[in-house]
C-alpha cells in the first residue's frame, strides 16, 4: 500500500538483531529480557530498532530495555471483532464519542489515555491481574482519591512524549506570553 516499504529479510537477521540489540542496550546477552528460544521475536525487534535509527538518524538513548509480551496474558481479537465491538470507531463513522474508548475515557491525562487504549485492546484473560487493577481502582473511588487527583493531574503536560523529545533533542521550548504587548509582528 501507499506509504509502506517492506523491508529486505536480512533486516531481520537474528545474529545481527542480537549484536545491535545488545549494543543499545549495553549488555552482553538478551537472556535477562526473557526472549530467549524467541529468534524471531528477536529478528523483529533488531529489524525495528535498525528503522528507528534509519528515522531518526541519531543516537536512541531512550530505548533501554526491551520487554516480551505472551500472547496468552491477553484475549486475542480479529480485526473483525475490534471493529464490531467498537473500541476506537463507530461502525457507523469515526465519531469517537461513539465508542467504548469515548464513552469511558475520562482520564486527565494523555498518558492515561493511552494506557486505557492499551488496556482495552489487548484485555488481560488473568482473573487475578484485572481483580488486582479493579481492587486498585476501587480503592481511589471509595476513598475519593480519585476527584482529589483529578484537577492536579490536568496540569501535567504529556509527560512520556515531552521525554522522548528531550531524549531524541527535538524537543521546543513554547513561551507564554502574560503581558498585554503583542507579538512582534501581530497585530491587533
Same mark, same amino acid.
Given at each position: 500500500?501507499?506509504?509502506?516499504?517492506?523491508?529486505?529479510?536480512?533486516? !531481520?537477521?537474528?545474529?545481527?538483531? +542480537?549484536? +545491535?540489540? @545488545?549494543?543499545? !542496550?549495553?549488555?552482553?546477552?538478551?537472556?535477562?529480557?526473557? @526472549?530467549?528460544?524467541?529468534?524471531?521475536?528477536?529478528?523483529?525487534?533488531?529489524? #525495528?530498532?535498525?528503522?528507528?535509527?534509519?528515522?531518526?538518524?541519531?543516537?536512541?538513548?531512550?530505548?533501554?530495555?526491551?520487554?516480551?509480551?505472551?500472547?496468552?496474558?491477553?484475549?486475542?481479537?480479529?480485526?473483525?471483532?475490534?471493529?464490531?465491538?467498537?473500541?476506537?470507531?463507530?461502525?457507523?463513522?469515526?465519531?469517537?464519542?461513539?465508542?467504548?474508548?469515548?464513552?469511558?475515557?475520562? @482520564?486527565?491525562?494523555?498518558?492515561?489515555?493511552?494506557?486505557?487504549?492499551?488496556?482495552?485492546?489487548? %484485555? #488481560?484473560?488473568?482473573?487475578?491481574?484485572?481483580?488486582?487493577?479493579?481492587?486498585?481502582?476501587?480503592?481511589?473511588?471509595?476513598?475519593?482519591?480519585?476527584?482529589?487527583?483529578? +484537577? %492536579?493531574?490536568?496540569?501535567?503536560?504529556?509527560?512520556?512524549?515531552?521525554?522522548?523529545?528531550?531524549?531524541?533533542?527535538?524537543?521546543?521550548?513554547?513561551?507564554?506570553?502574560?503581558? %498585554?504587548? %503583542?507579538?512582534?509582528?501581530?497585530?491587533?
Amino acid at each position: 500500500g501507499k506509504g509502506r516499504h517492506p523491508l529486505a529479510p536480512w533486516h !531481520f537477521d537474528t545474529d545481527s538483531a +542480537e549484536r +545491535e540489540l @545488545c549494543r543499545q !542496550f549495553a549488555v552482553q546477552d538478551l537472556s535477562g529480557f526473557g @526472549c530467549d528460544n524467541q529468534p524471531l521475536a528477536v529478528g523483529a525487534a533488531g529489524a #525495528l530498532l535498525q528503522y528507528v535509527r534509519d528515522t531518526q538518524r541519531h543516537a536512541l538513548p531512550h530505548l533501554k530495555s526491551l520487554s516480551v509480551l505472551d500472547r496468552s496474558d491477553f484475549l486475542l481479537m480479529d480485526a473483525a471483532s475490534r471493529r464490531n465491538l467498537e473500541l476506537e470507531r463507530s461502525l457507523s463513522g469515526d465519531n469517537h464519542q461513539h465508542t467504548l474508548i469515548g464513552v469511558l475515557d475520562r @482520564c486527565a491525562t494523555p498518558m492515561g489515555g493511552r494506557l486505557l487504549r492499551r488496556w482495552l485492546n489487548n %484485555p #488481560l484473560r488473568s482473573h487475578n491481574r484485572l481483580g488486582q487493577r479493579h481492587d486498585a481502582i476501587a480503592a481511589l473511588i471509595d476513598q475519593r482519591i480519585a476527584d482529589d487527583l483529578r +484537577e %492536579p493531574l490536568r496540569g501535567i503536560g504529556d509527560v512520556e512524549r515531552i521525554l522522548t523529545r528531550v531524549s531524541l533533542r527535538s524537543a521546543r521550548v513554547r513561551m507564554r506570553s502574560t503581558s %498585554p504587548i %503583542p507579538r512582534s509582528g501581530s497585530r491587533r
